[in-house]
């Protein structure tokens, strides 16, 4: 079956890093048309950019939606992705009308520490934007609930992308 494997959580969660440690080590091909993303061997798209800062869907132009559901309704694999860019109802309802087993994983962290994390990393953000990216993060995982699979992001790294990757290979 189709799965698409999205990852949300609050800005500094650890969403891009566990996301990085989960993926495999040899990718097959970075593709950039009609939108970036890399393939691997197995038939697992990672979507979005590859790069350092705001990796991920947050890479992507901000009106890629209806492409990427469009692309979504023909590829046969597994999809994988994280990032605040198409993290949202819609784009998850199209994903669940296109016959993808979806997957919604959630790497909760306390406010205080998606705050401390982010301001360590040197990212300054507004307040209400910050608030605004955390209410739809919530709201996120109240919609899908039956689809949501919670990781605790103040565990280690390793153990956190272990258990990410375990989504990723079904066992979650």
Not at 24 to 35: C, N, R
Not at 70 to 97: Q, S, V
Not at 136 to 142: E, P, S
Request: proline share 5%.
């Amino acid at each position: 079956m189709r799965q698409l494997t999205y990852v949300i959580g609050f800005p500094g969660s650890g969403k891009s890093t566990a996301m990085a440690a989960a993926m495999p080590d040899s990718p097959s091909a970075y593709i950039t048309k009609p939108f970036a993303h890399t393939r691997y061997g197995a038939g697992l798209a990672h979507l979005g950019a590859n790069r350092e800062q705001y990796p991920g869907t947050d890479g992507l132009a901000l009106n890629v939606q209806p492409t990427v559901i469009k692309w979504m309704e023909t590829f046969r694999g597994a999809i994988a992705a994280e990032g605040d860019r198409l993290a949202n109802a819609k784009f998850f309802n199209a994903a669940l009308a296109a016959g993808c087993q979806l997957r919604v994983v959630y790497i909760d962290v306390p406010e205080l520490v998606s705050r401390r994390r982010a301001w360590r990393r040197g990212s300054r953000f507004e307040e209400s934007w910050l608030m605004g990216r955390m209410t739809k993060v919530r709201r996120l995982v109240a919609q899908f609930e039956p689809h949501v699979t919670a990781i605790d992001g103040r565990l280690p790294r390793a153990e956190v992308a272990m258990q990410l990757k375990g989504v990723l290979d079904g066992a979650g």
